[in-house]
């Protein structure tokens, strides 16, 4: 009997279009496709099939899941500008914004999409400082 193989991506699709359809069933959905990799010996790739489904739920249904790290917790405003930005530059037509503050980056703050991610922190800028020839 063959076997059939099955990539990654394509469960990826699947479990994105099956969360769509079937919101109070997402523990389900996710459970399946972690013990798809499991059973592919695979489950050290599970944050890659975490950004893969995100990436569908956008392609699919324009949902974006979006992660923003902060020196300090962000106002009302500057939430809104952040996801009406996130919205113009992915087409996506609701945004989930995850947040979460780290004092350690002094100011600023990074958005990481499943495809992008936007730095403007002291931290980063410090950085290219360095890299720069003198």
């Known amino acids: 009997m063959a076997t059939t193989t099955v990539s990654r991506r394509a469960v990826a699709r699947t479990i994105a279009a099956k969360l769509a359809a ?3 069933k997402s523990s ?3 459970a399946m496709g972690a013990a798809y990799l499991v059973q592919k010996g695979h489950a050290d790739r599970a944050d890659q099939l975490v950004q893969d489904i995100a990436r569908e739920l956008l392609v699919q249904n324009g ?3 979006a992660s923003v790290r902060t ?3 962000l106002t009302d405003d500057l939430r809104d500008q952040l996801v009406a ?3 113009d530059k ?3 037509t609701s945004v989930n ?3 979460t503050v780290e004092p350690g980056l002094l100011s600023g703050f990074v958005v990481t999409t499943p495809d992008y991610e936007l730095n403007t922190t002291a931290r980063a ?3 290219q400082l360095n890299t720069l020839e003198p």
């Open 22 to 24: 079937e919101p109070d």
């Open 28 to 30: 389900e959905w996710l």
């Open 90 to 92: 992915t087409g996506a």
């Open 97 to 99: 914004l995850s947040e």
């Open 63 to 65: 949902q974006l899941a």
């Open 85 to 87: 930005l996130l919205r």
């Open 125 to 127: 800028k410090l950085r």
């Open 71 to 73: 020196a300090h917790a």
